[in-house]
Each structure stands twice: as C-alpha cells, then as structure tokens.
C-alpha cells in the first residue's frame, strides 16, 4: 500500500522569505501523481500544485514550485515571497494513475505559520 | 468557491444516532468521492461513486453508507454513531474518473455527544 509521510508537523516562516516544506511517499507504482494541498483556516482544500511522475521537469505555480525526486521517492513544496494569506496547513498527497482505483492517499500535514 | 456543496455545514448528534450527509457536486461532474478528516487518522478516502455506481472503496466502516443518485448528488449515512466519528467530511467530485482534478467540498462537520 502506498504511503505519505511529512516528518515536519509546523513550521514558521518570516514574511517574504522561502520556506520548503517535505514529503517522502512509498510506492511500487511506476506512474502516479502528487499533489500539494492547501487548507487554510476556512478549511477548504485547495490545490496549489500537482506533478505527474513520469515528467522529469519540476512543476511550477507563481511562487509555488516542487523539487520533484522520483529516485528518492521525495516531494518537497518550495514558497517563495511568503505572503500572510500563505498560512495554512499543507498536505502532500499521491494518486495512483492507474484507473481502478482513483482515492487520494494524504500525509498528516504541515503547519504553516508566517510571521509578520 | 469550488462548486461542490454539502450540506449541513455543522452536525450535532449523540451516540447510537444515525445521520445522512449531502453532497452535490460540480454541473457536470461525474466522480464524487468521500474523504474524512479527523485528529487521529487524518484525512482519509472513504468511498467514491462514479456515474451512479460505487468505484472505489477505502476505509469505510460498515456502519457507514453511500449512495449516488440519478441527478448525480450523493449522500453519505453513517449511522449507530460513536465519539469517534467526530470529524470533518469532505464530498469532492471530479468530471470522470482517472487523472481529473478533485474538486473539494467546503466540508460537513460532525459533532458526536
């Protein structure tokens, strides 16, 4: 069964700056997808950015981007020029691309908190 | 505002009751999927119908139900209701099945006293 893990529960940042939140996930697919998560304290779950496993070219968003290590089985989310409204809990999370099974597996999450 | 609602926002219930959430889905969408998120567990798939018919099924209790309807609305039942249950429900649904995005719900959530 795969798996998602973010090993860092919250993490703070200062306005402006860049913060990288991890991911490592567990798998023996060949092609899925993973996505990042937003859900701030509304607490709708908003995608922010998602990578197909079998592009090699980092996925980007705005101030958004992924370090994207297939080898490694690791996810990572860089945000760049932290803004207030970045504030959030940040899931990572797997898709398989195979269409019999169709569920998001989510990691725990991680605590985003920007200080101003 | 993702187009996906559910309805309640908020649910109080006591131990042992039996309780039914609604979802309609995006015009047009086809796939719905259930998720719950609580402290313990976090957030987890629970069942996703597609065209009316179930398609894939995770962690789901069996005291716990879905169905989807003809005009494609879905509801979730869960029933003989435990503390546990307690948690926030998320109803999300996509165009069809395979690669499309999930588009999430703003979230039911159940208080169990």
């Known amino acids: 069964a795969q798996t998602v893990t973010q090993s860092q529960p919250e993490m703070s940042v200062q306005e402006a700056e860049t913060v990288t939140l991890s991911c490592t996930y567990d798998?023996?697919?060949?092609?899925?997808?993973l996505f990042w998560y937003k859900q701030p304290p509304s607490r709708q779950m908003i995608l922010v950015i998602r990578?197909?496993?079998?592009?090699?070219q980092n996925a980007t968003e705005n101030r958004f981007s992924v370090n994207f290590q297939k080898a490694a089985k690791s996810f990572s989310l860089k945000i760049s020029d932290s803004q207030l409204g970045d504030a959030a809990m940040y899931f990572c999370?797997?898709?398989?691309?195979?269409?019999?099974?169709?569920?998001?597996?989510f990691g725990k999450g991680t605590r985003l908190h920007i200080l101003p | 505002d993702s187009g996906v609602t559910q309805t309640p926002k908020h649910l109080i219930t006591a131990t042992g009751q039996r309780v039914t959430l609604r979802c309609s889905p995006r015009?047009?969408?086809?796939?719905v999927y259930w998720y719950q998120q609580s402290l313990d567990q976090g957030l987890q798939f629970l069942i996703q119908?597609?065209?009316?018919?179930?398609?894939a099924k995770g962690n789901i209790l069996e005291r716990f139900s879905a169905q989807q309807f003809p005009d494609l609305h879905s509801e979730l039942n869960l029933s003989s209701l435990e503390l546990g249950d307690s948690a926030l429900y998320f109803c999300?649904?996509?165009?069809?099945?395979?690669?499309?995005?999930?588009?999430f719900g703003p979230g039911t959530r159940l208080t169990v006293l």
């Open positions: 999300a649904s996509s165009v069809a099945s395979g690669l499309n995005e999930q588009f």
């Open positions: 798998t023996s697919e060949s092609d899925y997808y």
């Open positions: 990578q197909e496993a079998y592009k090699q």
């Open positions: 999370a797997y898709r398989s691309a195979y269409n019999r099974d169709d569920k998001i597996i």
């Open positions: 015009s047009g969408d086809l796939s």
């Open positions: 119908y597609y065209n009316g018919e179930e398609r």
